[in-house]
């Protein structure tokens, strides 16, 4: 657990694009003969405009500053044992994030503590039987391989688990479900196959795990199971450490709990002698599996750790980088990949700072716990937090699984998608030094950059509770061996990332869009694009109301509005933009602020106060998950569940819900049109 050694100056040591440009100290003085004669005030202007290096200078340092080495250091150290959220190993992954951040240059770290329910496993057993034959006991162990360097450490890990399924027994007739999503429910009664009483078994895949167990409950289970089905996980002689695919013995653990945040905290956040609900009604909902499979409650704590580099002229701006830290098992996909490329990029800005850099916004870095049973360290946090975040957070950037495999991965509100593309041209290709990621990622299949409307991380609480701008973003997407015993260090130097070159490009990325975002005078953001998306939704949404007594036009004409206040805007910043060519003083602050506070205000302006329909947490009204599916985000989702309750049961009423959803997300275009235009009607 020592902090890994990291040189001071070692530029271009991984080869990279972007080189720094050379310091502009020394020609600026030549530039300077008659300082004498120029007053004190426009002195200090100049001084400022041509002798300091320019933000620009610090971001190409700031890429060429990357190092595998230090990037393999901290994975290595963070995911010596299987750290679970409440466990004391995953205090000790906390004390190495803590020790590392609060060793650099300035960064003041602190610890936040929340006592929250989480669950583990007590007592498991499972065992089948078919008449005539004996019963056959599961062992439900995950078996270490011969020579596993964690082999010892494995023995700390927790059983396989689903967290928050309720405590007690079944044994009935297995019914196969399929991937146990609704349509495979509805499948079964289609074909007479009654699951009232029985026990349901799914396999993994296609929707998250929390809706297969409420799938099975809905439909009347009295237990549900879940595996890998071994054609979707391995291939033959693949399976690790003979190749990166999941073994036998393989299990993917992980939550069934449908909800975010501390289930006895629902709608506040977790401090110190704060209300709760009962651990009774907390498991009583309906976001909760409700069904069996071996839990015990108890009250834990979790830490999440937080650092500050406060920002030189708009210190009260922030922005945030955010990946958690507790993991099932060994986690070296995840979340420990992220957290190591936190760590690595937190050692660059620090030697940025030593050579004078200081951000114009504020820069906070967080390390989250307790995501893996609902985003609860960040939730908390959010819910703590929230108004002074919602009017102070520019972006927040988060990283999860930082690195499984080859390519990127991206999901983003859509005002950063030009920003995103601009960053990622700078950042080598991991895989290929004669090209961009950008290159890469463009001919890759995952060019597209997908929306932040699902629960898969810990971007929800910023996009879904309180409308901040984001990112969510990975080298590589999919791997066999989540949430198993085999995600761990061997597993990551063999497969996942033999040279850490793409644990440092993931760190460049991330790291190259906070100081964008934190250094631009002017905020990086497009809404261009989101005029495309609102459109794009639009269409579908007309798609599947032809024909019903659905009208779009309030939409249509929310959207125009919001596509007139983008031209707007862009008309203004070509006119600060030409202003500043042509003149020594700097954008008059006042305006310049303004403009940035409606860019930034505008994705505030998605979300309303009541929330979705029957889900009151959850405040954006672009996006949101969908009902069936926690891990899929869907467009306008208000107006999607409403038209397939009307598609189902056909009532005038549910065509009229569907119009008031169209209504109610045309209300938040035309405010957010408001917001970025900065007009009164
Ligand atoms: C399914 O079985 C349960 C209990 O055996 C029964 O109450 C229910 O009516 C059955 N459902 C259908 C659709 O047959
Ligand atoms: C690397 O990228 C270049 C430029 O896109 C391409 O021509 C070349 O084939 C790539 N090399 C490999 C090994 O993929
Ligand atoms: C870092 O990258 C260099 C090549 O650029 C490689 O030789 C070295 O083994 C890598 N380090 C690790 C820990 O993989």
Known sequence: ?????????????????????????????????????????????????????????????????????????????????????????????????????????????????????????????????????????????????????????????????????ASGSAAAEAVYANYGRAEDYAYLASRGVNVTGKVAVARYGEVFRGDK?????????????????????????????????????GVQVGSAFKGVGDPTTPMWASSEGCERVSIAEAMATDDMPGIPALPVELLDTLLNVIAVIEGKEEPDRYVILGNHRDAWTFGAADPSSGTAALLELAQRFSKLQSKGWRPRRTIILCNWDAEEYGLIGSTEWVEENRAILTSRTVAYLNVDIGVCNSGLDVLATPQLDEL????????????????????????????????????????????????????SMSVGSDYAVYHSLYDDFTWMEKYGDPMFRRHVAVASMW????????????????????????????????????????????????????????????????????????SPWRNNPLRVRDLNDRLMMTERAFTEREGQSGRPWRKHMIYGPSLHNDYGAEVYPGVDDAIQTAKRTNTSLSWQSVQHEIHRIARVISQAALVLSGGLT
């Open 511 to 582: 790291g190259l869009l906070a100081l964008r975002l934190s250094d631009d005078e002017i905020l990086p953001f497009n809404y261009g694009s989101y005029v495309a998306e609102l459109e794009k939704g639009a269409v579908g949404i007309n798609k599947s109301v032809l024909g019903m007594p659905v009208s779009l036009s309030p939409l249509q004409k929310s959207i125009k509005e919001f596509d007139k206040a983008v031209l707007k805007v862009d008309s203004e910043l070509k006119a600060l933009q030409t202003w500043n060519v042509w």
């Open 420 to 471: 995103l593309k601009q960053a990622s041209k700078q950042v080598q290709n991991p895989d290929n030094g004669t090209e961009s990621l950008y290159d890469m990622w463009m001919a890759s299949d995952s060019s597209l950059i997908g929306r932040l409307g699902s629960g898969g991380s810990d971007h929800f609480a910023f996009v879904q509770h309180i409308g901040i701008p984001s990112v």
């Open 1 to 165: 657990m020592l902090p890994p050694h990291v040189e001071d100056d070692h530029f271009a040591r991984t080869p990279l694009i972007a080189r720094p440009l050379p310091l502009p100290r020394r020609a600026a003085a030549r530039l300077h003969p008659l300082p004498l004669l120029v007053a004190a005030a426009a002195f200090a202007t100049y001084y400022h405009l041509l002798v300091a290096p320019a933000p620009s200078y610090y971001h190409s340092l700031f890429l060429s500053l990357g190092s595998n080495e230090t990037a393999a250091a901290h994975l290595r150290a963070l995911t010596a044992r299987p750290h679970l959220a409440g466990t004391e190993a995953n205090a000790l992954a906390a004390d190495h994030v803590v020790s590392t951040l609060s060793s650099l240059c300035s960064f003041p770290t602190r610890v936040t503590p929340y006592s929250v329910l989480l669950s583990y496993p007590a007592h498991r057993s499972l065992s089948l039987s078919a008449p005539g034959r004996a019963a056959t006991a599961f062992a439900l162990v995950q078996d270490a391989y011969a020579g596993d360097p964690y082999a010892a450490a494995s023995a700390e890990a927790v059983p396989t688990f689903l967290a928050y399924a």
């Open 213 to 249: 167990v409420k799938n099975a409950r809905v439909a009347g289970a009295a237990a549900a199971l879940i595996y890998t089905d071994f054609k979707d996980y391995t291939a033959p002689g693949k399976a690790f450490p003979d190749g990166p695919w999941m073994p036998p013995t």
